[in-house]
């Protein structure tokens, strides 16, 4: 097959992509197949001759599109947003293209640089103190991670160097593992499964402390636990600090906890996957209040500021202590300008990355910052019109504060009530929600994901919500009045949560 008909198929893809995305509207949200479903549309074995372009366009129709949940929808409200846009996805192809594997400066010089320079562009647009950027001069310095799940485990190993090297200081006669054993973390119990992966991945011990009424860590209860690992004979090393929690988006009190871990050589560590992107609108920052006392930070453009997944931000005061956990320099991997620049290689769980930092490249500079703030001051206004529908309805009730984007609510009454409106909801496919539950309170989560939502497409999902809870207590009413139970009214409800809403943090 000659070179020029694979180009002209790609450019009826990139027609294809800007198809789909411009008439997302009319599909489904959330797909109806079951597990299985495509094995039986595709042959069991490859071709042994190519098949026609024709037929694998096709195919993305009949095959890929029945089993797409399409996150970009204006109906689509679970998890967190995933971004995307144009600038992005030309980014990508780019990317594709140059197709090179950044690990160290010499590998591909402009894929090292300009990473060094986005992520100081992007520092300075989320009023990052100096000591995180490359370009004050100290030790500072950004890398784009994969996930946030890899940063809160990047950031844990070299808060684990760092404390294994000072308590050898100390005592020199104590081997690792004896350290290790002694070594204990801290985190909320309303922050993300992984920072608990973390700590498993990292071999070491991690408590989960209790948040306030108002689903925060607070200072005191860090320092409470702290110190009561202390008299044990513990060695307090790390903390996470959540900045927009899955479940209801609460925020640590970040000031109080950088106060406590600051006073104990703590590693603290910033997680804002979601959040994050927010603190682009100065009149958010004071949510990141304390964030001059931590030491690593991490956010997602990928979820919040139409920079394609994956590229996951993160800071740190000195990275010093993760390249020298990670370093393991063989020979085929040297090269003269070693010390002269970053070798992102020694930043990272993996050894090769793509060209992520033109993403960022596009995005900013196709958007600029203004159009930045102006898309995520809009979806916190469609997160309070919702907000205001919720509470102008006094079968429901909101079950936490709405800062961002997202509104956590549920109809008043039973947790059972709840997984049956939610069961319903998704089963009809308009729209796409997901629960979580916190002190043993099941509610909906509604998050404002997709660039392309207005107020129209919220007014959409409240009637869907307003309709089905109306069809589900109208019939909780009609069987209770003839005697029979709820499991007959709308059969067993399966998929229970265990309080937490981990299926994205990335």
Known sequence: MEANQFKDFAKEMVDYVANYLENIRDRRVLPSVEPGYLRPLIPETAPQQPDKWEDVLEDVERVIMPGVTHWHSPRFHAYFPTANSYPAIVADILSGAIACIGFSWIASPACTELEV???????????????????????????????????????????????????????????????????????????????ERAGLLGGVKLRSLPADDKHRLRGDTLREAIQKDIDAGLIPFYAVATLGTTSSCAFDKLDELGDVCNEHDVWLHVDAAYAGSAFICPEFRYLMAGIEKADSFNFNPHKWMLVN?????????????????????????????????????????????????????????????????KHIRKHIGLAHYFESLVKDDDRFE????????????????????????????????????????????????????????????????????????????NTKTACQANGQTNSKVNGQVNGKVNGKVNGYHS
């Open 117 to 195: 320079v986005m992520l100081d562009w992007l520092g300075k647009m989320l009023d990052l103190p100096p000591e995180f950027l490359a370009s004050s001069g100290g030790k500072g310095g950004g890398v784009i991670q994969g996930t946030a799940s890899e940063a809160t485990l990047v950031a844990l190993l070299g808060a684990k160097a760092r404390a294994i090297a000072k308590v050898k200081g100390e005592h020199p006669e104590w081997t690792d593992a004896e350290i290790v054993d002694k070594l204990v973390g801290y985190t909320s119990s309303q922050s993300h499964s992984s920072v």
């Open 309 to 373: 997944f994956d590229c996951s931000a993160m800071w740190l005061k000195n990275p010093n202590w993760v390249v020298n956990a990670f370093n393991v320099d063989p020979l085929y991997l040297k090269h003269d300008q070693q010390g002269s620049a970053p070798d992102y290689r020694h930043w990272q769980i993996p050894l090769g990355r793509r060209f992520r930092a033109l993403k960022l490249w596009f995005v900013l500079r196709l958007y600029g910052i203004e159009n930045l703030q």
């Open 398 to 473: 909101v079950t936490a504060e709405v800062l961002m984007g997202l509104v956590c609510f549920r109809l008043k009454g039973s947790n059972e009530t709840n997984e049956m409106l939610l069961k319903r909801i998704n089963g009809k496919g308009v729209i796409h929600l997901v629960p979580s539950k916190i002190n043993d309170v099941y509610f909906l989560r509604l998050a404002i994901c997709s660039r392309f939502s207005e107020k129209e497409d919220i007014d959409i999902s409240w009637r869907e919500v307003s309709a089905t809870a109306d069809e589900l207590l």
